[in-house]
């Protein structure tokens, strides 16, 4: 847990309610097993390696909530660097936004990237789905309605920039063929084509 915001509003903010009584160890911990659970739901799954994370309060104000840096070899394994932009712990809520942002970290962390080549559109999408079902503390709510037409003519839903779309398609998915998250999420591991999504599916 490394702080680089100390002298702010941010940063004492951050020291008081997650770095003194260590609730930020106990966050990523909290976070990466619902992740873990989701994804690789007995031995029959491999997982990715993680051996170690850095949950770090940057100085300045990052493009997003959270910037993960990934796969780094480290004397301690696998190492992944989770970058917290202070603007969190600026948030009314600021709670909810700091557990959303570190949840949509672990996230990204243990999914695989097709090594490297999945279209970011499906990976952004597979984040907002686990953190939003984190959310709803497990339950496949708040993803709205689909349009089963547009979504028949269109098997690309993945494609979409928008990552709550791309969630939508997926929990559609997941509730017409359960597991199918972690059906591509293992697929992922060996890299990715364009049947990928389909073949998850069956």
Not at 3 to 27: I, M, Q, V, W
């Amino acid at each position: 847990i490394i702080n680089e915001a100390r002298e702010t509003s941010p940063g004492k903010r951050f020291d008081l309610f997650y770095a003194s009584n260590d609730e930020a160890s106990r966050l990523l911990l909290t976070t990466s097993k619902f992740v873990e659970d989701f994804l690789y739901p007995n031995g029959s799954f491999p997982k990715k390696k993680v051996n170690h994370v850095v949950l770090r309060l940057s100085s300045r104000n990052l493009s997003s909530s959270i910037v993960v840096d990934s796969g780094q070899e480290h004397d301690r394994g696998h190492q992944f660097v989770l970058h917290i932009s202070p603007s969190v712990l600026e948030e009314i809520n600021f709670s909810h936004a700091m557990f959303l942002a570190v949840q949509q970290g672990m996230a990204r962390i243990w999914l695989w990237d097709g090594q490297g080549n999945a279209p970011s559109t499906l990976i952004n999408g597979i984040v907002e789905y686990l953190s939003n079902i984190a959310v709803s503390s497990g339950g496949l709510l708040g993803f709205g309605s689909l349009d089963l037409e547009s979504m028949e003519k269109d098997s690309n839903c993945w494609k979409s920039k928008n990552p709550k779309a791309v969630a939508q398609f997926l929990n559609y998915c997941e509730l017409e063929k359960p597991g199918f998250i972690g059906r591509l999420n293992q697929a992922l591991g060996n890299g990715w084509h364009d049947r990928t999504v389909d073949d998850a599916l069956g």
